[in-house]
């Protein structure tokens, strides 16, 4: 069965930082890309980055961009988000999900339970 | 605002046919990029119904179906039933942006 399931959440000051971790299982994991998806509460879903299967290949949304990085580690089947400058308008839920196929601006087939982040003092 | 553009709500009694549109641009829709569609219940993770327009994911019903012509793509819901109502959120790529999209959802009801 593929599965995702992301930890690392919390609460966190403003300009604190905070690290993501998603574990994949069930799938060939560096045949495909990967992505973090936020839904702030009450809101709707607003993309934040995305990786290619290599890894080489790295995208941020224009709100997170020069303040997060996504990484993966294709041995450990891990996907990462590394999160700086933490804004209260960064609290979400966060959403790992595995693209269809290596194609970072396509479909996204499996979901994570996510991750709550709260950035707060 | 969403570059995707949902109606915020759409509602339908059982049996009936409902539509969500999602209206978006020459950079996304209008420039060939495919739109996917997701269901979202109440606390839970989005799950992908359609994709590549008009592709029914494994175990999506074919009451369900999705379509896309020049700015705007639609999903359709024929013989609506409870288990429908949801959240549904369109997504493509925007070539301007060079981002991911969503539109900003529209919350289905089924009365």
């Known amino acids: 069965e593929v599965q995702l399931l992301e930890s690392g959440g919390g609460l966190v000051q403003p300009g604190g930082s905070l690290r993501l971790s998603c574990a994949a299982s069930?799938?060939?994991?560096?045949?495909?890309?990967m992505s973090w998806v936020r839904q702030a509460p009450g809101k709707g879903l607003e993309w934040v980055s995305a990786?290619?299967?290599?890894?080489?290949?790295?995208y941020y949304g224009d709100s997170v961009k020069g303040r997060f990085t996504i990484s993966r580690d294709n041995s450990q089947n891990m996907v990462y988000l590394h999160m700086m400058t933490l804004r209260a308008e960064d609290t979400a839920i966060y959403y790992c999900?595995?693209?269809?196929?290596?194609?970072?601006?396509?479909?996204?087939?499996?979901w994570g339970q996510g991750t709550t982040v709260a950035v707060s003092s | 605002q969403s570059v995707l553009t949902q109606p915020p709500s759409v509602s339908g009694a059982p049996g009936q046919r409902v539509t969500i549109s999602c209206t978006g641009s020459?950079?996304?829709?209008?420039?060939?990029?495919?739109v996917e569609w997701y269901k979202q219940l109440p606390g839970t993770a989005p799950k992908l119904l359609m994709y590549?327009?008009?592709n029914r994911r494994s175990g999506v019903p074919d009451r369900i179906s999705g379509s896309k012509s020049g700015t705007s793509a639609f999903l359709a819901i024929t013989g609506l039933q409870a288990e429908d109502e949801a959240d549904y959120y369109c997504?493509?790529?925007?070539?301007?942006?060079?981002?991911?999209?969503f539109g900003g959802g529209t919350k289905l009801t089924v009365l």
């Open positions: 020459s950079s996304n829709l209008g420039a060939g990029y495919d």
């Open positions: 069930g799938f060939t994991f560096r045949s495909y890309a």
């Open positions: 997504q493509s790529y925007d070539i301007s942006l060079s981002a991911v999209v």
């Open positions: 999900a595995k693209g269809y196929y290596d194609y970072v601006w396509g479909s996204r087939d499996v």
């Open positions: 590549n327009n008009s």
């Open positions: 990786i290619s299967g290599s890894g080489l290949r790295t």
